[in-house]
């Protein structure tokens, strides 16, 4: 043995350990890197004889100071608050566009319904009835905006979501090269801890895009699996790609694949739970509420009666995909239901009117059906658009219609013997469709035969009247039936028994047509994205239904369409439309304090495993600082070692040489 081994030996081991600490101090600061130590032992010694000797020190590892487990609590860490801040991050810009600083939909809503009130003090005034369209324009704009501004969130999501998972693509692709470069340094012997740390940063990284689980192979290398499928075993990798699926609903597949992963975490997981969840319950709340706001103002206002009166012609401008087809399956924006349509039709030269029921059956009707009904009406034609789907009415010339449910002029007299011409007018107030029942008791002339009366009935047979038409009425005089509709009696006779009726009309279209095909309404469009207000109104704002009747100043319309901002229309009846777009913030503005509060205590904790990992795997340059020294003096005491043997076998030789010679 050599003398001069166990001082190399000294040396050799002192200026890898300053090698060492010097790249612990270089890298510091670098994201990733774990410490490194090294593990000393004795050299095998040497047996000269029976004694043992030793031959010096040598370096048994360099390894990286890590706990695996918190390494692994850290990863989960990573995706679990990239997932939160994604979603965050959406939810925050929706409730911005939700809630803006002034215009809102809320604000919309209410400035609509409140001109109307004032419209109904004075429902001739011109102004005012263009003051009402321009803020249902204004509204309309705002839900077209706000679902423009949703749109637009949703595309960047997809840009977003695209970029990641190349991103993911190209991580994945680095991570199987390290672990090819790992398992070589490994099979040579080496103890490859740059490159480890290296992977491992970037499976952090990985992490932050999608939620990862790493399993351990041989030769220091790792399985990565992203999703619950492999994306990188050994030294291959598996690419991602992004698409959107049916139900517009994005997805991650591996490439060549349509059958999506898990995600479930990560920058990806929580752009995907936003986009695919949380926007689109957004997206559809908002439709929701533009189409009943659309639907019940279209029905209050083709059922009523403009400032020039019944029409001429009305086309629609919500059409179905098939003509041919039942209205049921024909794809209606707005669902039908098996009812009746009332047709007025008013004979303009004499100003009788007639009172058509129309039936109408979604089921077995198509709208070419719906057309040969209508046609049936007298005086009316309507017209199929094959193209477009659309339904046009017509009267013949003299003529004209409405929808308003008006009573006839002449009740129905098949039962009336009489000479004494009766008449129904006013205005029904009740709520339901009924038909009323006039019964004459006593025989004699009306207004001079004493006790001669006139009994009202409803469809149920309750009396709701008992009027007195003989001695005392004035022949011609209004007499109130009930529920503001009045019956009079020319001059003449009445026959015991006699009867005649009518019908009183409080929904005239109990099946939903006039709105499913937008036959004078108030709005086109169905959606927040579509809603736009009928052209013909804007272009004259006389067509705007104020009245049921007809009547000069009557505001009866308008008092219908105004009592919509109270009524409860939303969420099975519970709701009403400003209710129902705060619900839609509301709901926003919760998510977004959960995920806020998620995201706070998620931040805490990554930082404590971040300290905790420090304090295990992070350089202390102090501590650093202090090895260097101490190494540096092993290194200056081997020197010296090796110094002193040197001088003393060249003493020995010079001893030695003497005798020699």
Do not use: C, W
């Not at 404590?608 to 304090?615: A, C, D, P, S």
């Amino acid at each position: 043995m050599s003398l001069y081994t166990v001082g190399v030996s000294a040396l050799d081991v002192a200026q890898n350990a300053l090698n060492l600490i010097g790249n612990n101090l270089a890298n510091a600061n670098t994201p990733g890197y774990h410490e490194q130590v090294m593990d000393l032992t004795e050299s095998y010694p040497t047996q000269i004889g029976n004694i043992s000797v030793g031959s010096g020190v040598q370096i048994a590892d360099t390894r990286r100071l890590i706990d695996n487990p918190l390494e692994t609590a850290i990863t989960n860490q990573t995706f679990a608050l990239a997932d939160t801040t994604a979603q965050l991050n959406t939810l925050q810009q929706v409730q911005t566009n939700l809630s803006p600083s002034s215009g809102s939909i809320g604000d919309a809503i209410e400035q609509f319904f409140n001109d109307v009130n004032r419209l109904a003090t004075n429902p001739s005034d011109t102004t005012q009835r263009t003051v009402v369209l321009d803020d249902a324009q204004n509204l309309a704009a705002t839900f077209n905006s706000l679902s423009t501004s949703l749109t637009q969130i949703q595309n960047g999501l997809d840009t977003q979501l695209n970029n990641s998972i190349t991103d993911i693509n190209s991580l994945a692709q680095r991570i199987a090269q390290l672990n090819d470069e790992i398992a070589n340094a490994t099979v040579n012997g080496a103890t490859p801890n740059d490159l480890l740390d290296q992977r491992g940063q970037l499976i952090n990284q990985l992490a932050g895009e999608i939620n990862v689980q790493v399993v351990p192979a041989n030769l220091n290398q790792v399985n990565v699996l992203a999703g619950g499928t492999p994306l990188v075993v050994g030294n291959q990798n598996q690419k991602l790609q992004y698409s959107l699926a049916s139900g517009n609903q994005g997805q991650v597949t591996a490439a060549g694949s349509t059958t999506p992963l898990i995600v479930t975490g990560g920058q990806v997981g929580g752009m995907l739970a936003v986009r695919n969840q949380s926007l689109q319950e957004v997206q559809t709340q908002l439709n929701t509420l533009a189409g009943a706001i659309a639907q019940q103002v279209d029905e209050v206002q083709a059922t009523g009666l403009g400032l020039s009166g019944p029409a001429t012609i009305l086309s629609g401008t919500r059409g179905v995909n098939n003509v041919n087809v039942p209205l049921d399956k024909a794809g209606l924006a707005f669902p039908l239901q098996a009812g009746t349509l009332y047709v007025s039709v008013t004979n303009l030269s004499t100003g009788a009117r007639t009172l058509t029921p129309v039936n109408i059956n979604p089921t077995t009707q198509s709208l070419n059906d719906v057309a040969a009904a209508l046609s049936a009406v007298p005086n009316i034609q309507a017209v199929v658009d094959p193209q477009k789907g659309t339904l046009q009415v017509l009267a013949q010339p003299g003529y004209a219609f409405d929808f308003a449910g008006r009573l006839p002029s002449a009740p129905n007299t098949s039962g009336y013997t009489g000479t004494a011409t009766p008449q129904v007018g006013g205005q029904y107030t009740g709520t339901s469709n009924d038909t009323y029942t006039f019964q004459v008791i006593g025989s004699g002339t009306v207004g001079v035969t004493p006790n001669l009366q006139l009994q009202v009935k409803d469809s149920s047979g309750n009396s709701l009247a008992l009027l007195n038409i003989g001695q005392g009425y004035s022949p011609g005089t209004p007499l109130p039936a009930a529920k503001g509709v009045t019956v009079q009696l020319a001059s003449g006779t009445v026959n015991n028994g006699d009867t005649f009726s009518t019908p009183v009309i409080a929904q005239p279209d109990t099946a939903g047509l006039l709105t499913a095909l937008g036959l004078g309404t108030f709005f086109t469009g169905s959606t927040a994205s579509d809603l736009a207000v009928q052209p013909a109104l804007l272009n004259n704002p006389n067509l705007l239904a104020a009245s049921r009747n007809g009547d000069s100043g009557d505001n009866s319309n308008l008092t219908r369409l105004a009592a919509l901002q109270t009524q409860p229309i939303l969420a099975n009846g519970t709701q009403t439309l400003t209710q129902g777009y705060n619900a839609i913030v509301g709901s926003v503005a919760t998510q977004v304090q959960a995920l806020t509060t998620q995201q706070t205590s998620q931040q805490a904790l990554a930082q404590q495993l971040q300290t905790q990992q420090q304090e295990i795997s992070g350089v202390d340059t102090n501590e650093e600082l202090v090895q260097l020294m101490n190494y540096q003096q092993a290194f200056q005491t081997a020197s010296e070692y090796i110094g002193t043997v040197n001088t003393t076998l060249q003493s020995l030789f010079l001893l030695v040489q003497p005798s020699i010679a």
